[in-house]
Every structure is written in C-alpha cells, then in structure tokens.
C-alpha cells in the first residue's frame, strides 16, 4: 500500500468551475432584476446578444485549439470547456455594464474581443492576466465613446415609452418605432439631455455648480442617485449572498469599500463642496457591481489574504481618484484593469508564511525556491 | 515571446583568399573559380533578401524600431511615407558605413555611425519638408526620430561594417523593403478596421492625381477608435507577428515530408 502523498490544502471542497460560475451568475439576478425594473429590456437584450456572442466566438477558438486528436474526445473536452460557465459569466457581466439602448455591434464587438483577445489569446480559462469583461468595456469606451456613453436615464424620467418592442427597435436600428432617436429618449422634459448621475456631477463641478446644487436636479432623485442607488444595493445583495456561499473571499469587497469610504470621507471633510458623500459614491455607478462581482474574480485578482486586502484598497483608491479627477465620469473598470497588472507583484511581496517555516525574508524565500 | 535577435552572420569572405592562391593555377582554373565566386555571391544576395524581407525582418522578427511601427501606421500613407524614408536613410548610411569600414577606430564606431544617420535623416527630413510637406507634418516627430531606429544602426554595426559596399547597399535595401512592407501591412489593417478606407490622404505623398487612389471599403457611422490609437497597433502586430509565426511553423511541417519522399526513391537496375 502507497501513502498518498500532496502539498496542502489535504482538503479539498470538490467544486466544479461551472457550479461556482453558476452560483455566480445566479447571485446577479437581483442586480439584473432592478436594472430591468429601474432601465427596462435594454440590458437584458445585451445580456442575451452577449451570451450568443460570446459562446459562438468561445466553440470558435476551442475547435481552432482542439483540432488535432481523437474526434470524440476533442468534442467532450470542446463540450465541457464552452458549457463551464466562464464565458458566459463574462458574457452576462458584459450585458449589465453596457448602457441598456447602445447599438447592438456594441454588444458583438465587446463579447468577441473579451473571449477571443482578452482570454483566449493567453491561453484561455484561468490564463488571462486581465479580467475579460472589464477589458472588453474598457475597449468599447475608447473605442466608442459616443455609443458608451448614451447612457438612458431612468423609466420614470423618460418622455416616450420604452416597451420590450421599442428598446429591440432602439437596440437594433437606433430609432424607437415612434421614431425616436437615443439622443432624443435621453432629454427630458425640458430638452436637456440627461446623463448618468456620476456624469451629470462631473460636468456640472466644470461648470461651477456645487454638489449640492447638482444634487437637486431630477436624476439624482430623493436619496442619492435614482434607480443607481436601488441597482448598487441589489449587487449588494448578491455578493453579500456569494460571501455566505464562500464563493467569493470577503476581504476584497471589504477593503474596496472601506479604501472608497476612506478616500472620500476625507474629501468630504475637507470640501464638501466639491465632492459627493460616501453613500454617494457606494450606490453609483459599477461601484458594488466592480466590488463584488469583478474585482473578486479569481483568475486576475490576488490570492492571498493580504494581497486581496491591498489589491481592494488599491482599487477604491483609483475608482476616488478617477471619479474626482479624472476625465470619465467612473473609473470601477480602468481601476479594475490597473490592479489586474498589479495582483502578480501584489502576490509576489504577500506570500503567506509556509507552516513550520520562520515568517520569511527574501533570502530565505529564495531558498525555499531552490529547494523546491 | 523569446528573442529572435540573431543577427545575420557576416558571410566568410575567404573567397577573397581564394583568389590570391589562384594566381598560380591556369586560367581555366581561374575562370572556374570566378563562377564559383559569381555562384556564392548570388547565394549572398539571395540569402540576403531572403533575411532582410522574411527570416530577419526587422519589424517582425528582430522586434526593432517599434516607436514608429506602432506610432505612425493609422493610416497607409503615413506607413508608406515612414517606409521609404526609414529605407532611404538605410541604404544610404549602410553604403557609407561600409564603404569606410577600414578607416574607422573601433572604440569610436557607434558614434560615427549615429552622425552618419543623422545627417541622412537630415537630408531625408529637410527633402519631405519640401517636397511632401502634408505627410512631413502628420508623421510630425516620428521623421527625425528615425535616427534613433535601433533597425538602422543594428544593420550597421552588424552587417555594413564588416561587408563591401555592394552588398551593403543591397542588405540595407532588403532590410528597408522588409521593415516598409510591415509597416504597410500594418497601416492597411488599422485604417481599414479604423476609418474603412485605404490610401486615404495619399496625394499629401505622392501628389495631387493619388487622390483618386482612395478606396472606401465600408461606410462606417463611427471610427473603431482603438485601430486607430496606439493599442490597436500593438494587437494587430501581435496578430501579424503570430501570422508569420504561422506561416513558418506551417513550411517546418512541409519540409521532412520532401526529404522522406527523396530517400524513399527507388533504384531500379537494369540487368540487360
């Protein structure tokens, strides 16, 4: 008899990549949910067009991998990898961060690049250094500014009615079956063009106006920013759910969050003026979709304990400073991609001690290396 | 990716000892070598070309002279006006470089060598500025940064300092070539996928008629920005990059199978 022998971790939880991609996608229901209830049909459109888009594009890639080889089997392996979930995962992320009428290419251009470019030309599932869809939003926004940022403000705002038929007309042709233009569904009752809260709180600080005074006008709504605000708190809900499940670490929501509070309760502090609240900041934009829905994914985040605690707080750092400074209104996806970059020298410096080794230094770091 | 830098290694010119040994034998003797040196410089020139636009490309497998690569192809015209100038500037300063081989220190050759490019890229630039002044400005800095172009200079040191002129010229010529095609490939990709259209603006290089030159491809509502800007640049050079990688990896699986098939001939002996 043999003593099977292995490194730790001796226990192992069994988890499939697809149950865990699963779960997750499950826990974006309720933040799908209120963007259709806040946004309408816009999103879920894009979530499906993202879907096809990005399956097709992932058998593409996988038959060009796995041509050589048994018939059979290559079918299986082609089988188990399209179906795991991932792509689709990516998929799904890329639909909800879309404004809800872009162009429908939007959508086909930004799920081929995430799968085709962004994962699959590093070597696929568990490869890439990048996280696929922010990549890919990232992409789009350069690429397309004037499509990525028409973004449509709330139903309740909205002059026309915005049924499933009149968003696939938006989506697909540009024009609702009225007749209306997107520049046209996103003014409001008074000819101004409406913009996302975080937007409309950038142009108007250029244009002097105090956060207060900005706060006033109807996009921000009663609280902090309408429909955003009841979005965020559903993503909310949903990663709160998945750190139950133990599907996703606590620390990196956690210390994104606390890195953001921080940031801007000290702006705050200091000129209230100028810069939004906290809640304000935690219930706009892709702020609790970025924290626990993309920053936690495993591939392109930091692995240990202490480097998801630096790579969280690294993280609300870029998004404060890009929303207050920068030239985009949310920085969630650029801050997301610049500690993807940073999470391989985030892990190097945080290694966590081996068991019955001294608390290491680079030497003896180095020598465990040889050793091994 | 690893690095394919190899240089092209001097070709031996012991054909040059040859010839002094040969004095003695007889002139059919003599006639007989000169082919062979005739045969073995044509081999050169042909190995030449074939390291200057494929094996050795300088953009695509020496990876030199990145900057402008990447920087100046949004458009064909602009790849096209960079390529002849960057392939002037190569020719010229490899035939200089070589045809004063002998009469240059070795400690101080790499600054001879700059100030030698540096005044072709003078020439070069003061020349666009008044013959072709649109694409003078839109390839802007990128023109008198050509001295810096690591592809010249490597060229240079590793081939024109060691080699007579002719040959000289001829490799700078094929290296030139080799680094313009790229450059072309390149800018037709990122301004078809970028604006839909090729050669546009080409009468800013070649004059007032290569205005008719411009092909619409496909109307587009609104520029693929990223084609246009930097980032597209180095995606579509990795794709080229793997393209040729391809392409090479595809001619490697071709090969044994012409070997086998010649070993595999057989003899038939008449006995009658």
Known sequence: MAFWIASSPHNHNQAETSSLMRLVIYALFPGIFAQWYFFGWGNLIHISLAVATALFCEFLVLSLRTKHGNQGTAKQAINKQLFDGSAILTAVLIGISLPAIAPWWITVIGAAFAIVVVKQLYGGLGHNPFNPAMAAYVMLLISFPVQMTSWQPPLALLSVDLSLSNTLNTIFTGFTSEG???????????????????????????????????????VFGEHFSLGWEWLNAAFLL???????????????????????????????????????????????GGCMLGAFFILTDPVTGATSVKGRLIMGALAGFFVYIIRDFGGYPDGVAFSVLLCNMAAP??????RPRTYGHKASTPKSSSKQEEAK | M???????????????????????????????????????????????AIQGLWKNNPGLVQLLGLCPLLAVTATV????????????????????????????PKEIRIPIFVLIIAAFVTCVQ??????????????????????????????????????????????????????????????????????????????????????????????LDSQFLLAILPPGAFIAMGFIIALKNAIDANIKQRQPKITEQAIERVRVNFES
């Not at chain 1, 020298?345 to 945080?350: G, H, M």
């Open chain 1, 180 to 218: 209306y233009s997107v520049e046209q569904l996103r003014a409001s009752v008074d000819g101004y063009t409406m913009a996302t809260p975080l937007d409309t709180l950038k142009t108007d600080a250029s244009l002097g106006l105090t956060v207060y005074e900005s706060m006033e006008k109807q």
């Open chain 2, 2 to 48: 690893t690095n394919n830098n190899e240089l092209v290694s001097t070709p031996e010119s012991n054909s040059e000892a040859g010839i002094e040994s040969s004095t003695e034998h007889s002139a059919e003797n003599n006639a007989a070598l000169q082919l062979e040196k005739k045969m073995a410089l044509k081999k050169e020139y042909k190995e030449l």
């Open chain 2, 126 to 219: 003061l020349l666009m500025n008044a013959y072709t002044f649109g694409i003078y400005q839109s390839l802007g800095i990128f023109l008198p940064l050509i001295v810096t172009n690591c592809a010249i200079i490597g060229r240079a040191e590793a081939y024109a300092s060691k080699n007579p002129i002719k040959q000289a010229s001829f490799d700078g010529l094929m290296m030139g070539i080799g680094f313009a095609l790229v450059l072309i490939v390149l800018g037709a990709i990122r301004e078809i996928l970028g604006q839909g259209t090729l050669f546009d603006g080409a009468n800013l290089l070649l004059g007032d008629w290569a205005s008719v030159l411009r092909i619409e491809v496909y109307q």
């Open chain 2, 77 to 104: 015209t602009n790849a096209l006006g960079l390529g002849l100038a960057t392939l002037l500037v190569l020719v010229c300063s490899n035939a200089t470089v070589s045809a004063i081989r002998h009469w240059v």
């Open chain 1, 345 to 350: 020298l985030i892990d190097q410096y945080t």
């Open chain 1, 238 to 284: 949903g990663g709160l759910f998945l750190i139950v499940k133990k599907a996703i670490a606590w620390q990196t929501p956690v210390s994104f969050l606390a890195s953001l509070l921080i940031c801007t309760f000290i702006a705050y502090s200091i000129s209230p003026d100028s810069s939004a609240s906290t809640m304000f900041h935690w219930l706009s």
